[in-house]
């Protein structure tokens, strides 16, 4: 079997309801892996939770929960979210997976076998919340320390060491001889910039048990589980391994080989927060075992609602749930994707999300729709005439800049190309203004040639629509009287729709809503 398109999100921690920024980028993931689809590869796309950590058992010691209760409750609930998003994922890793744990497990004792962990002692600050090690550095010149790090203690431990810092100079060079590695070319800087100020420090890998009980446990040391980051990078590696992947490792890490294929994964797509995880930690530690590298880390920016950062706290969120309540998966998904670029951070506005809708969704393709299909009917029956090629080249463009957008994961560009065509088939209808040509028999012919226009033009934005609002585009489809099935990219090929084919009637595909602010 070929090798597949293998992308996943980053996996979300248990410790919380999901919010617009978990849907964000799983609504990336999903467009890019409809796409891939739709062009004709084998696509593998992952996402999943991350459920071990202090956060994790912090969290459930707060309901009175076990752990392991605790976490099985709430993935029942990150599974619908995901669901009710219309993600096309291919499977669902949970950290506390046998799969998951047998593969860690594996990864920890080979690594340790081949003498790239050591036991040392440590005496210094420690931030509970990040779970992590501080420095002096870290500290305000006043001895007190920023709020993000929550609760910092001073700790007095031994601990378990990953080799990171001997392979500096090599992830140097292999960053600057793969400027694809880290995408857009911002982040990509800022972690260069990283690497050549400063020595990486070795990275401990364990936490004892004494003091975190929630994890996986070190095969070579008892009284220790493993530190949640080296844990949760490895779930993109556990999935393919558990199901056989030799590019993955699959023997090696103790799993019969089979033909599934999926590792190197193509897209890591994260947030801007986990970029020095995925881009130091993740490829050292796959270097070190001898696994081929990922291709990609696609990296996006944060959501902020009016301004300000999302907070539970102080009630600034925006809830999935409520907005596609209301507006629609479509109307979300869209909005999300239009609004903002891969890579900067984004502001979410009520109105904004109210002026797209009407302006770009009804007024867009829900008009064009609607003008299609009731002109047709109206005037000929609802019958396709005769095939026209008038607005091929102008759709045959919008084709192509939307298919090399979207190959390079350019999201946004891609629905500016899909709507340079919207917006040049609705400008044709009011050029050619059939209502008026319908009244002239001597114009019938040039009648046949516009309806037909219009309604291949809808076609063929069914299937590029496809992979970013999936059910707008089937109800397209549908109300073209076309049979219901994936649609690939290769239906965008002018000329589809076939003379004496009889289409349905127009039902609005995004209702227009009232503009007056709520
Ligand atoms: N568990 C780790 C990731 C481990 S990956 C091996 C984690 N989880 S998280 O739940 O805190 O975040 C999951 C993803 O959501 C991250 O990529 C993060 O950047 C993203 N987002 C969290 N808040 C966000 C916004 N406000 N806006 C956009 N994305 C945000 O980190």
Redesign the pocket.
């Known amino acids: 079997m070929s090798k597949r398109f293998y992308l996943t ?5 248990v410790n919380g309801a999901p ?4 849907a ?2 799983k609504v990336i993931a999903d467009v890019i892996a409809r796409a891939r689809r739709s062009m004709g590869e084998e696509v593998f796309f992952l996402t999943g939770l ?1 459920e071990h950590g202090q956060k994790v058992e912090q969290a459930a010691e707060a309901e009175g929960r076990d752990p392991q209760t605790y976490c099985d409750a709430l993935a029942v609930q990150w599974r619908e979210f995901v669901q009710n998003l219309g993600i096309s994922n291919d499977d669902f890793i949970r950290t506390t997976d046998a799969r998951h744990k047998a593969v860690v497990t594996a990864v920890l004792n080979r690594l340790h076998q081949a003498g790239h962990f050591y036991k040392a002692g440590y005496e210094g600050w420690y931030s509970v919340k990040e779970e992590t090690f501080l420095t002096d550095k870290d500290q305000n010149p006043d001895g007190t320390w920023d709020p993000r790090w929550g609760q910092v203690v001073r700790l007095k431990e031994e601990n378990w060491y990953f080799r990171l810092k001997e392979h500096q100079d090599w992830l140097l060079q292999y960053l600057d001889a793969h400027p694809e590695f880290i995408q857009p070319a911002t982040r990509r800087n800022e972690i260069l910039g990283f690497l050549r100020s400063q020595p990486l420090e070795d990275l401990c890998i364990s936490r004892p048990k004494a003091r975190l009980s929630w994890g996986i446990p070190l095969p070579f040391d008892p009284d220790y589980v493993s530190y949640v ?1 080296f844990d ?2 490895i ?2 590696l556990s999935v393919p391994v558990s199901r056989g992947d030799a590019g993955a490792m699959a023997p090696e890490l103790g799993q019969p080989a089979t033909d599934f294929a999926a590792w190197p994964a193509d897209l890591h797509i ?5 970029v020095k ?2 881009a130091v930690y993740w490829p050292i530690m796959l270097k070190a075992l001898g696994a081929p590298l990922p291709r990609t880390l696609l990296v ?5 609602k009016d301004g300000q ?2 907070s539970k706290s102080t009630g600034n969120v925006v809830d999935p749930a409520a907005v596609t309540g209301e507006w629609g998966l479509d109307a979300f998904r869209y909005y999300l994707i239009r609004e903002l670029a891969i890579g900067p951070d ?1 502001n979410w506005t009520d109105e904004g999300f109210r002026a797209r809708y009407n302006a770009e969704l009804a007024n867009g393709p829900g008009n064009l729709l609607n003008r299609a299909l009731n002109m047709l009917n109206k005037y000929r029956g609802g019958q396709v005439p005769a095939a026209s090629r008038e607005l091929e080249s102008d759709t045959a463009q919008a084709v192509a800049a939307a298919r090399s957008s979207l190959e390079a994961s350019d999201l946004q560009d891609a629905l500016v190309a899909i709507w340079n065509l919207v917006n040049r088939a609705n400008l044709y209808v009011e050029q050619t203004a059939p209502f008026r040509l319908a009244k002239d028999p001597a114009q019938s012919a040039r009648l046949d040639e516009v309806l037909y226009n219009l309604v291949e033009i809808c076609r063929i934005l069914a299937v590029m629509l496809n992979p970013f609002v999936p059910a707008a585009s089937a109800k397209i489809w549908a109300q073209l009287n076309l049979p219901a099935g994936e649609l690939p990219w290769s239906l965008t090929a002018w000329g589809g729709l076939q003379p004496g084919h009889q289409v349905g009637a127009p039902q609005p595909l995004f209702p227009r809503k009232d503009l007056a602010p709520k």
């Open positions: 999100t980053a996996i979300d921690y919010h617009l920024g978990h964000y980028e991350d980051w949760a990078l779930n993109y994260i947030g801007k927060d986990i995880f995925h996006h920016g944060w959501w902020q950062k999302l984004g």
